[in-house]
């Protein structure tokens, strides 16, 4: 029998979850783009945001396959909670290293995924010149406070549909209970 996932592509503007979600998935992926003058007054570098849901499906193996969903950055998305609680589902949660509120960033986002840490790799982009280390570090805190052991935290570049599986790959083997 297939097994099933579904993999919740959270975090701020800008972080690379579109881009992640198109560079994953095995089939073109269903977007929500729109003019970002539409939604946004000013201060982005971006042409484009996200206003509701990205789709996109990705077969690893034979066996599994994993529904991609990428939820909107700029309100932390209510419903994103419920969600996460469904068996087979797991979190990549996309920072920016180059924001000085990062760690800021990590703790409001962990907060809406209280009690479902068991599920959520952190995927750090933007971050050519950082190491895994010092981002592992900047982190500590708020890893910390929501028990995800340092590990759980990767680079990643949403560009590189390898780079993407990496991290995809590390959520997957994740266990399904928090123990
Ligand atoms: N340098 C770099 N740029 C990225 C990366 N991921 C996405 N981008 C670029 O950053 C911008 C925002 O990406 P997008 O996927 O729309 O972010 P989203 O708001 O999280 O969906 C786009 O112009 C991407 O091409 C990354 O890992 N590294
Ligand atoms: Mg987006």
């Not at 073109?28 to 849901?53: F, H, I, Q, R, Y």
Request: glycine share 6%; net charge neutral.
């Amino acid at each position: 029998m297939p097994t099933r996932y579904r993999m919740i592509f959270a975090g701020p503007v800008g972080a690379g979850k579109t881009t992640a979600v198109r560079a994953l998935s095995d089939v073109p992926m269903v977007d929500t783009e729109v003019p970002m003058s539409a939604v946004t007054p000013e201060g982005e570098d971006k042409t484009t945001t996200t206003v509701g849901l990205d789709y996109g499906s990705w077969k690893p193996t034979a066996e599994v396959s994993v529904a991609l969903i990428g939820i909107p950055g700029q309100q932390r998305f209510a419903s994103a909670r419920q969600t996460a609680t469904l068996p087979g589902t797991r979190i990549l949660l996309w920072l920016r290293a180059d924001r000085p509120d990062m760690a800021a960033e990590a703790e409001a986002w962990l907060a809406e995924f209280a009690g479902q840490e068991h599920r959520v790799v952190i995927a750090i982009s933007h971050a050519p010149d950082r190491t895994v280390g010092s981002l592992r570090r900047a982190l500590a805190e708020v890893l910390q406070r929501h028990g995800l052991p340092p590990a759980r935290v990767l680079l990643a570049d949403a560009r590189d549909r390898d780079s993407v599986i990496r991290v995809a790959c590390a959520a997957l083997d994740l266990p399904e209970e928090n123990r």
